[in-house]
């Protein structure tokens, strides 16, 4: 399914501001520090704005050679395992240098993200479905009206 730039930014910022949400909550309960949850909340999700795009372009690029579930796991695999634990551990120890608060936020934060993502993704293909049922519809009328 072809996904423009345009959606692919919209999806980014719809996903950011989720994140956005779920990390301050899980930060804040683990460090109880509305300035350290704000920094590490608003580095994370600045970075992962670009992070998040990117990763969406390289998918569209691999197209159909990886499908189904399949595709689902490898994505969700690479982007919250991978690029998650990665960038937000090295964010949370950059500002709290506590290598227990960055074990407890980037498990909590990144496992709970995971099957957010899964639903989140399995949503923007439905509405991205639904979209174009919803177009060829209204193009199927428009061609009869004209007969």
Known sequence: MKISHKESILKSI???????LVL?????????????TTLITFLHHFVFIFVY???ERLW????????GRKRTILRTFFYEIILGHG???????????NWTQ????????????LWI????????????RIKNKELRKWI??????QI
């Open 87 to 97: 960038i937000l551990g090295l964010i949370t120890w950059l500002l709290t240098g």
């Open 14 to 20: 719809i996903w950011r501001l989720l994140g956005v």
């Open 24 to 36: 301050a909550l899980v930060t804040f309960a683990f460090t109880g520090s509305l300035i350290v």
């Open 117 to 128: 993502y899964v639903l989140y993704d399995w949503l923007w293909d439905k509405v991205k």
């Open 140 to 145: 199927n009328i428009a061609e009869l009206n």
């Open 53 to 55: 795009y990117l990763h």
């Open 102 to 113: 960055v074990t407890l936020i980037t498990i909590v934060y990144i496992e709970n993200k």
């Open 60 to 67: 569209i690029k691999i197209g159909d050679r990886i499908t």
